[in-house]
C-alpha cells in the first residue's frame, strides 16, 4: 500500500527535483550547441572522447574534454567541503542553499564568457553541475541525479517492472517519480536546443531563476502566514524544523 510521502527536507521532493532537472538538461544542451560540443553533465562521453583523442595522438583536442572531467571532480569536492563547513543548526537556510547560489554565480559568470574561450566556460559549467549532482541525491528517499539520465532510467524501469509483477503502489509511484525527473530534463534540453540559437551564449542565463524558485522553495518557512511555500515544495513543517532541531543531512 503506498503511504503518501512528506520530505522534511524541500530538497528531497519532486518539484525542486523537476526544477534542477531543467536546469541541468539545459546546461547540457548549452554547451554542446554553444561550446564546441562539449557535454557538461555527461562525462562518460567526454571521457570516451579523451581517450579516444589520446590514442589518436590529438593533444590539443584531448585536452578540451580533460578540462570538464577536472572541473566535475573540483566541484564534487567543494560541494562536500561546503556540506562539512557549513552544515549549521536551527536556521532558515540549508548548505544546498550555498551549492545552489554558488552554481547561479558561475553559470551567470558563463555567460559573459566569449566564445573564444569555451574551455573555461565547459570547465565553470562542469563545475556548477558536479556542486549540483552531489548536494541533491534524494527524490522521496530515493537515490537519483538531476543532471544525467543512466541512472534514472534504470530507476523508473525496475520499479516499472516491479509494479507489474507485484501491483505494489509504491513501485509505481516510483516509477512514476523517475519518469517525471527524466521528461523534465528532456524539458530543459529542448529549451536549450531552441533557445541557443537565437540567444547564443546568453541562454544559460534562463538556469539562474530556475536555481533561485529551487532554493526559494527549499527555504524553512516558520512564519504561519508563508508556510504554503514550505508546502508548494513539498516538504514537511514538522516538529524538529520549527523548534530549530537539524536534520540528519
Not at 547560489?101 to 555567460?111: F, K, R
Not at 565547459?122 to 556548477?128: G, T
Not at 522521496?140 to 505494489?168: D, F, P, V
Given at each position: 500500500?503506498?503511504?503518501?510521502?512528506?520530505?522534511?527536507?524541500?530538497?528531497?521532493?519532486?518539484?525542486?527535483?523537476?526544477?534542477?532537472?531543467i536546469s541541468?538538461?539545459?546546461?547540457?544542451?548549452?554547451?554542446?550547441?554553444?561550446?564546441?560540443h562539449?557535454?557538461?553533465?555527461?562525462?562518460?562521453?567526454?571521457?570516451?572522447?579523451?581517450?579516444?583523442?589520446?590514442?589518436?595522438?590529438?593533444?590539443?583536442?584531448?585536452?578540451?574534454?580533460?578540462?570538464?572531467?577536472?572541473?566535475?571532480?573540483?566541484?564534487?569536492?567543494?560541494?562536500?567541503?561546503?556540506?562539512?563547513?557549513?552544515h549549521?543548526?536551527?536556521?532558515?537556510?540549508?548548505?544546498?542553499?550555498?551549492?545552489?547560489?554558488?552554481?547561479?554565480a558561475?553559470?551567470?559568470?558563463?555567460?559573459?564568457?566569449?566564445?573564444?574561450?569555451?574551455?573555461?566556460?565547459?570547465?565553470?559549467?562542469?563545475?556548477?553541475?558536479?556542486?549540483?549532482?552531489?548536494?541533491?541525491?534524494?527524490?522521496?528517499?530515493?537515490?537519483?541525479?538531476?543532471?544525467?539520465?543512466?541512472?534514472?532510467?534504470?530507476?523508473?524501469?525496475?520499479?516499472?517492472?516491479?509494479?507489474?509483477?507485484?501491483?505494489?503502489?509504491?513501485?509505481?509511484?516510483?516509477?512514476?517519480?523517475?519518469?517525471?525527473?527524466?521528461?523534465?530534463?528532456?524539458?530543459?534540453?529542448?529549451?536549450?536546443?531552441?533557445?541557443?540559437?537565437?540567444?547564443?551564449?546568453?541562454?544559460?542565463?534562463?538556469?539562474?531563476?530556475?536555481?533561485?524558485?529551487?532554493?526559494?522553495?527549499?527555504?524553512?518557512?516558520?512564519?504561519?502566514?508563508?508556510?504554503?511555500i514550505?508546502?508548494?515544495?513539498?516538504?514537511?513543517?514538522?516538529?524538529?524544523?520549527?523548534?530549530?532541531?537539524?536534520?540528519?543531512d
Amino acid at each position: 500500500m503506498y503511504r503518501k510521502y512528506r520530505a522534511k527536507q524541500a530538497s528531497d521532493s519532486l518539484l525542486v527535483g523537476c526544477l534542477l532537472s531543467i536546469s541541468g538538461g539545459l546546461q547540457d544542451a548549452y554547451t554542446y550547441n554553444i561550446r564546441g560540443h562539449v557535454y557538461a553533465n555527461a562525462q562518460t562521453g567526454n571521457i570516451v572522447l579523451l581517450g579516444q583523442n589520446l590514442a589518436m595522438g590529438n593533444y590539443g583536442e584531448a585536452l578540451q574534454y580533460l578540462l570538464p572531467v577536472l572541473a566535475f571532480s573540483a566541484g564534487i569536492y567543494i560541494a562536500e567541503v561546503i556540506h562539512h563547513r557549513y552544515h549549521h543548526r536551527g536556521i532558515t537556510t540549508h548548505w544546498r542553499h550555498g551549492i545552489l547560489l554558488a552554481e547561479t554565480a558561475v553559470l551567470a559568470l558563463v555567460a559573459l564568457i566569449p566564445q573564444s574561450l569555451n574551455w573555461l566556460a565547459n570547465f565553470l559549467v562542469s563545475f556548477a553541475c558536479a556542486m549540483q549532482v552531489q548536494a541533491f541525491r534524494q527524490l522521496e528517499g530515493n537515490s537519483y541525479a538531476t543532471t544525467m539520465c543512466i541512472g534514472n532510467l534504470r530507476s523508473c524501469m525496475e520499479n516499472l517492472y516491479y509494479w507489474r509483477a507485484t501491483k505494489n503502489a509504491q513501485r509505481r509511484h516510483n516509477a512514476v517519480l523517475y519518469g517525471s525527473v527524466i521528461l523534465t530534463f528532456m524539458l530543459g534540453a529542448a529549451l536549450g536546443g531552441a533557445l541557443s540559437h537565437c540567444w547564443g551564449r546568453w541562454t544559460i542565463l534562463l538556469c539562474c531563476p530556475i536555481l533561485l524558485l529551487g532554493a526559494a522553495l527549499m527555504l524553512r518557512i516558520r512564519n504561519r502566514r508563508l508556510r504554503f511555500i514550505t508546502l508548494l515544495s513539498g516538504a514537511e513543517e514538522d516538529e524538529a524544523i520549527a523548534t530549530g532541531a537539524q536534520d540528519p543531512d
